[in-house]
């Protein structure tokens, strides 16, 4: 059973930067791509960005050039670089694997807000 646990998440102002980690349980992390997810209030869980086992990435056109996420598969962790932050951002971040999703994670709660 694959455990998710994420932390970094925080409040943040307009304009500043977080980081995102989730570390996996489990043996499958290295074998498989890795997405981060956020759930904005009243809103449907999105994929905002996700990694392949050989490292390409791929990102929702609202986080471009803004969000960064990567992965390190010694330590089992994706982590998401969030930089240039939008009240817009604000919501529950979540990872876990885009090609078969397994249980989720607590989360972690993002609020950018001055």
């Known amino acids: 059973q694959v455990q998710l646990v994420e932390s970094g998440g925080g409040l943040v102002q307009p304009g500043g930067s977080l980081r995102l980690s989730c570390a996996a349980s489990g043996s499958i992390f290295s074998r498989s791509a890795m997405g981060w997810y956020r759930q904005a209030p009243g809103k449907q869980r999105e994929l905002v960005a996700a990694?392949?086992?050989?490292?390409?990435?791929d990102y929702a056109d609202s986080v471009r050039g803004r969000f960064t996420i990567s992965r390190d598969n010694e330590k089992n962790t994706v982590y998401l670089q969030m930089i240039s932050l939008k009240p817009e951002d604000t919501a529950v971040y979540y990872c876990?694997?885009?090609?078969?999703?397994?249980?989720w994670g607590q989360g972690t709660q993002v609020i950018v807000s001055s």
């Open positions: 990694i392949a086992i050989g490292d390409s990435t």
């Open positions: 876990n694997f885009p090609g078969s999703v397994r249980s």
